[in-house]
């Protein structure tokens, strides 16, 4: 996780699994393109070695940062003496970098939900609208964070357990209630915006058992998963009319501010990453 060569700074992220992590493949073709002497890798850590093992990766001097990932988020957050105030409110890190020579933590992982939102259809199109986010975990609260900054009217969460959703929904309140999952079809009545935010339609997982009928006809479906990288249920939203964003535009999102805090300058911008990690994924068996 070091490097042995002087003024290369070096990144990397880590995760317990880590192998599927894709951050290395957009990070460095963001060096390339830059010219930056620079390195970013990927490390499997278990919770039990992790903080002697990010301890250990800062004491080089080139090591400019870490990117986390599952499990490791709120972990990581103790980690640091300070953090920015997204951070704090997510309860959870997935960016640890050097400031003032103390380990600073902070969460791309909100910018990374609105960017794609902002791009699509604008902040004014957002504003008082009705939303619906499925989840309850890590990627739940994120959206909901985010979504919570683009000032809707309500936020309806879903989760197959609804114990689940009405603990996330009480700790947020204001906009945001939750609705049993046995009403889950009546809640997308009229909604401008579907979040996917569960585990439900990734490779290897069940699909979402849910329609996307009774949106608004404007509506944008939005699936956070990149595995495949056109769910059934985006799917289905293409045939319906809808808009569709998948997981690889909120992945792209949220490296572009950890690459700049990494590296001190802003990714390339265009297409050329995206069509990167498209590649490396229609390459897997």
């Known amino acids: ?50 903080k002697k093992e990010v301890t250990d990766c800062f004491k080089d001097q080139n090591f400019v940062g870490v990117n986390i990932t599952l499990p490791h988020k709120q972990a990581a957050l103790a980690l ?67 979504a919570l900054t683009l000032n809707p009217h309500k936020i309806i969460l879903l989760n197959r357990t609804d114990a689940r959703a009405r603990t996330l929904a009480k700790a947020f309140g204001g906009p945001v209630t939750a609705q049993p999952w046995s009403d889950r079809q009546n809640a997308l009545h009229g909604a401008d915006l579907l979040v996917n935010a569960s585990a439900a339609g990734m ?49 792209i999102a949220q490296a572009r501010p950890s690459f700049e805090a990494l590296f001190g300058v802003s990714p390339p911008s265009g297409e050329a990453g995206k069509a990167v990690l498209i590649k490396a994924l229609e390459a897997k068996p």
């Open 80 to 146: 640091a003496a300070t953090a920015s105030p997204e951070a704090k409110k997510a309860g959870a890190a997935n960016l640890l970098v050097r400031r003032d020579g103390k380990l600073w933590a902070h969460n791309t992982d909100i910018e990374g939900f609105t960017a794609p939102l902002l791009k699509a259809q604008g902040q004014e199109r957002w504003q008082n609208s009705t939303m619906v986010i499925i989840g309850a975990g890590g990627a739940a609260r994120a959206a909901l964070i985010g």
């Open 203 to 251: 490779t290897g997982k069940a699909a979402l058992d849910l329609r996307c009928e009774g949106l608004a006809p404007d509506a944008l479906v939005y699936d956070l998963i990149y595995t495949p990288l056109e769910t059934s249920l985006l799917a289905e939203a293409k045939i319906a009319g809808y808009g569709a964003l998948n997981g690889l535009d909120m992945l």
């Open 1 to 50: 996780m070091t490097s042995k060569k002087e003024n290369i700074k070096t990144a990397c992220v880590i995760g317990d699994p880590i192998d599927h992590s894709l951050s290395p493949l957009l990070h460095n073709h963001w060096i390339k393109v830059l010219g930056l002497k620079a390195s970013y890798g990927r490390v499997q850590i278990k919770a039990e070695t992790l």
